[in-house]
């Protein structure tokens, strides 16, 4: 820092008292003697000041976070967790951590779950798995206002920190809120609101915070990610269809306990049982608002048109068309080049999750099986002499989706296959066994 060597100099060769020279200190100078003039201290503490700025300046513009606001001994950190609601996106509830600080006029919850619309080639982005999500901060009337306005409930843990512990953590939480770092790649099971609360906490407090090495399963049982995203999906059956379609097989390696706190509940219930320091990790428990319940009305309606009411009418209609079919001396191939387009698209929708994303669980996807994407083009080749060993082939691979539907749902209960579909399962099998006699005869 040349300037400052400069500004040193100056100052030496300029400030004397009684033939002597004051002495730099460290980054300022020596305190003036009693008897300096009148205009030496005034032009003395107009220098330290310039000092002050020329070294002190740089560093808080740089470094920010080494001057992060002190926490308060009335200073409280609090999980807060939101109840599932209505809509798909908030179908598995949420959570943020809220630090208060009623002396320092510090209100803030810091939710990780949040992205921008406005993101260029945003639902590209969404449907590739590279969306940026970022880390906001708010204050808890935001939060409440948007729970009781989609009435969700809201609970409050006081977690139990030292005053260390809460500056840390609080400092975690300003660094990460920094525009270089506040986004990060959302992945469903691996990376989201919760779990990225679970691993401030384990920053801030290290060691001394303990987890129960038990799942918060009932049975006590480890479960596979699709186990718990299948529990939160039940009242809305096309998106388990849907959900269930598209993941693959990690979604049915068991989450670890660890694993599990992708869902904020599970995160609740694990701080719930949590230790720090060998004291309990929650000093206080609160309901902050409870939702109101949904008025009981009769559902019956809605099988008529859920998907195992849908897919079962589909297979049925198949199997009577192709007895009807049967009795006719000439069939065309309309409705086969119709329904295998169909099924071929949905194929290819399915390939392209699992080759063309970063979602981490549409990989080897068993439902490619018997949604093969090769029925498009395949159909309109039907005449050709190979199709036949293509049908044979196909025969085999929708069979085998078949026996993994049914040994999944028998010993598990938890088949990768969407539960509904084996009827129209059995359809496609019945349906390329015809084509197969259909090119055989000819």
């Excluded at 840390?168 to 099971?189: C, G, H, I, M, T």
């Excluded at 718990?228 to 959900?243: E, I, R």
């Excluded at 719930?272 to 990790?281: F, V, Y």
Aim: a positive charge; one cysteine or more.
């Amino acid at each position: 820092m040349k300037s400052l060597s400069l500004l040193q100099g100056n100052l030496k060769k300029s400030v004397k008292v009684k033939g002597k020279r004051l002495k730099a200190v460290g980054a300022g100078l020596a305190s003036a003697q009693p008897h300096l003039a009148p205009a030496a201290t005034k032009r003395t503490a107009v220098q330290r000041a310039l000092l002050f700025l020329v070294i002190f300046f740089p560093l808080y513009t740089l470094h920010p976070t080494l001057f992060a606001q002190p926490l308060t001994k009335e200073a409280k950190v609090s999980l807060i967790t939101v109840s599932p609601g209505e809509e798909l996106y908030s179908s598995f509830g949420h959570n943020a951590l809220w630090v208060s600080d009623p002396m320092q006029g510090i209100d803030r919850v810091y939710n990780y779950g949040t992205f921008d619309f406005r993101t260029e080639g945003f639902y590209i982005k969404f449907l590739r798995g590279t969306l940026p999500y970022q880390l906001s901060v708010s204050p808890m009337y935001h939060t409440m206002y948007g729970a009781q306005a989609e009435n969700r409930s809201v609970t409050e843990q006081v977690l139990n920190l030292s005053q260390n512990q809460k500056q840390k953590l609080f400092d975690f939480l300003e660094n990460n809120y920094l525009p270089q770092n506040r986004q990060y790649a959302y992945k469903f099971f691996y990376d989201n609101c919760a779990t990225r609360l679970r691993d401030a906490l384990n920053a801030a407090c290290g060691d001394s915070l303990v987890f129960s090495r038990n799942t918060v399963a009932k049975d006590g049982m480890l479960k596979s990610f699709r186990w718990w995203m299948n529990k939160y999906l039940g009242d809305k059956p096309w998106s388990k269809f849907g959900m269930n379609l598209a993941i693959g097989l990690p979604s049915d390696r068991k989450a670890s306990v660890q694993e599990e706190m992708y869902l904020p509940d599970n995160l609740q219930q694990h701080i719930e049982l949590a230790t720090i320091g060998g004291q309990k990790a929650v000093a206080e428990y609160k309901d902050l608002f409870t939702k109101s319940p949904k008025p009981e009305s009769s559902n019956w309606w809605e099988i008529l048109y859920s998907p195992m009411a849908i897919f079962h009418l589909l297979g049925i209609l198949i199997i009577l068309l192709m007895y009807r079919q049967q009795k006719q001396q000439k069939v065309t191939f309309l409705f086969d080049k119709i329904f295998f387009s169909i099924i071929g698209l949905a194929g290819w929708v399915l390939f392209l999750l699992w080759v063309a994303t970063d979602h981490g669980v549409t990989a080897w996807n068993f439902n490619l099986l018997w949604v093969m994407p090769f029925y498009l083009p395949f159909i309109y080749f039907i005449k050709r002499p190979w199709a036949s060993y293509f049908i044979g082939a196909s025969l085999v691979a929708v069979g085998l989706a078949l026996a993994v539907s049914i040994a999944d749902n028998f010993f598990w209960g938890d088949s990768a296959i969407p539960r509904g579909s084996e009827l129209f399962i059995i359809a496609v099998i019945a349906r390329l066994n015809f084509l197969r006699k259909r090119l055989a005869a000819k």
